[in-house]
């Protein structure tokens, strides 16, 4: 069940930071149609796509995802999500320079 509600988490994050479906579509790399698609549940979301959708809003996939999804992903692995967060930083920190 948590599956069908990952669309629905996401809209209502973008929703609640007053993004547009197209600004998001463009950080994955996509089409609106095709995000849309996620948003709706009619296309599966992909881990990495998730990592950047997160990354985009400024939140964690705690935030992002519901709590059970959100709890199964990080503990199959955590070390993942340490190396994508750390990613991340490193990335942003070379920018400001």
């Not at 199959?76 to 991340?88: M, R």
């Amino acid at each position: 069940m948590a599956q069908a509600e990952i669309g629905n988490f996401i809209r209502q994050k973008r929703e609640s930071l007053r993004i547009s479906q197209e600004a998001v579509a463009f950080v994955l790399d996509m089409s609106q149609a095709a995000y849309s698609k996620i948003e709706r549940n009619e296309t599966k979301v992909k881990v990495d796509q998730v990592y950047k959708i997160a990354d985009y809003f400024g939140v964690s996939v705690y935030d992002l995802l519901p709590p059970s999804l959100a709890s199964d992903i990080t503990s199959e692995s955590i070390f993942g999500l340490a190396w994508h967060y750390l990613k991340s930083f490193f990335t942003k920190f070379r920018k400001a320079k």
